[in-house]
């Protein structure tokens, strides 16, 4: 039988009904992504103060900001491995847990050397999870048999809303660091532990066994297995450049993030003499219209496409940013972050989903290459936003902004043309 894809009601029938292990598992995911996101989100409106406390300049600040995604960077290499032996749900969960304790020596930090070397930890702790939550939401998205994946991002947006939030009525009511980083811990990571129970079973292979005859499974391996010329990490050369164009798309992205979560209350500080929890509605903002972005994406997705929704969303961070640096204010400010985050909202799902269904690459390399792209850009950028800062001023510095958005026009053509509901 023939469904009408634009009657949602014959879609909505014809959808198989989905398990409750299934649905609980995508509860379960949806957690880890809240907690991730809240996690650590709720240190970036602190960042002033531990600025000021330290006696840090942007230059100095910024180097701390970049150097610290190098811990993501090298053990996201390894992520793939602890995949491999452990699972994705427990790999997640645990190093969710480890993030979480590792947070609590950022907020007392005393010196720069302690705030990089804080930060090295949380970043490596937090790229192992980020690796392994996409990669079990991709399993429980291939059992719901349509998009679900920016829902889950939507969740980490949302925690990083809510853990925004937070940190900015701390710093408000002047709650010690140390205070606010012990609840953290204990809160976040208990969350964390207590959701693995719910996970999907088995190897992370399960849902990718075809259902159809020996044979044929023979035959959907050979592409991987297949003696192709040159490879490299168990890809050819051309499945090779897709990873990497794909990982550029996320280093704009997580670039643009950055703006917001680095620099978004310095910015607002500095430019505004805001109060603390005014300086950290930059950052709300971003991630709030993130959220919504995220929770509506699924359905932009599966009617325009990847491509067209990132390239629509290239535009409008790019004009909403422009507009708020062309013509300052703590509102035109918060506009622009806004559109900023808007404008990112599906690239990460959309990027990494493109990267798990690519053929030719081995189960979890793609995920774990696009990841590793995406800490890149964490890594790079805020040391530039710094010096620039510093030569000129913040305001003219966070005109990286809109050229991360030009970035994402660019490679963006390497994401997918097709709707979700017909990939899956």
Request: charged share 10%.
């Amino acid at each position: 039988m023939t469904v009408n894809a634009h009657d949602p009601l014959l879609a909505a029938s014809a959808r198989p009904a989905v398990p409750a292990s299934v649905r609980r598992a995508r509860w379960a995911v949806s957690l880890i992504f809240f907690l991730n996101g809240a996690s650590f989100c709720a240190i970036l409106p602190r960042y002033p103060e531990l600025v000021e406390s330290i006696g840090l300049s942007n230059t100095a600040f910024g180097l701390a900001i970049g150097i610290g995604p190098l811990g993501g960077l090298l053990a996201g290499l390894f992520a793939a491995r602890l995949m491999s032996r452990f699972g994705s749900a427990r790999v997640s969960v645990v190093l969710q847990v480890l993030a979480s304790v590792s947070h609590l020596a950022v907020y007392v930090s005393g010196s720069w050397l302690w705030l990089t070397c804080s930060l090295l930890l949380a970043t490596a702790a937090d790229a192992i999870t980020d690796i392994a939550m996409n990669a079990h939401g991709m399993r429980v998205e291939r059992r719901y048999r349509r998009s679900i994946m920016n829902s889950y991002h939507g969740w980490w947006s949302l925690g990083a809303v809510v853990g925004g939030l937070l940190g900015a009525a701390c710093a408000q009511l002047g709650l010690p660091l140390w205070i606010q980083g012990i609840i953290g811990m204990i809160v976040f990571g208990l969350l964390a532990a207590a959701s693995l129970r719910f996970m999907l079973p088995g190897p992370d292979s399960t849902e990718r066994t075809p259902v159809a005859s020996p044979s044929a499974s023979s035959a959907t391996e050979v592409p991987d297995a297949a003696p192709t010329g040159f490879r490299l990490a168990g890809m050819s050369l051309r499945a090779l450049g897709l990873v990497t164009a794909l990982g550029m798309v996320l280093v704009f992205a997580g670039s643009t993030e950055d703006a917001g979560s680095t620099w978004g209350a310095l910015f607002m500080q500095d430019t505004f003499a805001a109060t603390p929890f005014l300086a950290g509605m930059a950052f709300v903002a971003l991630q709030g219209a993130q959220t919504i972005g995220r929770f509506t994406g699924d359905a932009v997705v599966d009617r325009l496409g990847d491509r067209t929704t990132a390239r629509l969303g290239g535009v409008i961070a790019m004009v909403g940013m422009s507009f708020a640096l062309l013509l300052p204010s703590p509102v035109t400010a918060v506009i622009g972050f806004a559109a900023a985050g808007w404008g990112v909202a599906t690239l990460f799902p959309a990027a990494y989903r493109a990267a798990d269904d690519l053929p030719g690459v081995p189960h979890g390399v793609g995920i774990t290459v696009v990841g590793w792209f995406a800490r890149l850009g964490f890594f790079l950028t805020p040391p530039l936003i710094g010096v620039l800062a510093d030569a000129m001023t913040l305001r003219y510095a966070l005109w990286m902004v809109p050229l991360y958005a030009v970035g994402i026009l660019l490679f963006s053509r390497v994401l997918s043309t097709r709707s979700v509901k017909a990939g899956h």
